[in-house]
Nanobody
Framework: QVQLVESGGGLVQAGGSLRLSCAAS????????MGWYRQAPGNQRELVALITSGGTTNYAESVKGRFTISRDNAKNTVYLQMNSLKPEDTAAYYCHVLDRGRNFWGQGTQVTVSS
């Protein structure tokens, strides 16, 4: 099993910034990608940003230009820098790791953006 420990969520005013972190540990074989998803009440979980082992990134249209995903391969850690936050970014944010075809999820960290 792979354990994911997330941190960095919280309450911020619109226009503010937060940085999420997710550290993977345990029986890691070969991480293919690391990413962040989010789920607001009543909505489906959606991809926010993804980064592959090679450094290729993918972002949801709604966060392009505001969020930046990065990764420290040596630490098996992924970061999500979130700037210019909007109330519609309010959600539980979940870290995801794809490791040799195995999917692992973090427990989620709440991000709340007040207007």
């Amino acid at each position: 099993q792979v354990q994911l420990v997330e941190s960095g969520g919280g309450l911020v005013q619109a226009g503010g910034s937060l940085r999420l972190s997710c550290a993977a540990s345990g029986s890691i074989l070969s991480i293919n990608s690391m990413g962040w998803y989010r789920q607001a009440p009543g909505n489906q979980r959606e991809l926010v940003a993804l980064i592959t082992s090679g450094g290729t990134t993918n972002y949801a249209e709604s966060v392009k230009g505001r969020f930046t995903i990065s990764r420290d391969n040596a630490k098996n850690t992924v970061y999500l820098q979130m700037n210019s936050l909007k109330p519609e970014d309010t959600a539980a944010y979940y870290c995801h790791v794809l490791d040799r075809g195995r999917n692992f999820w973090g427990q989620g960290t709440q991000v709340t953006v007040s207007s």
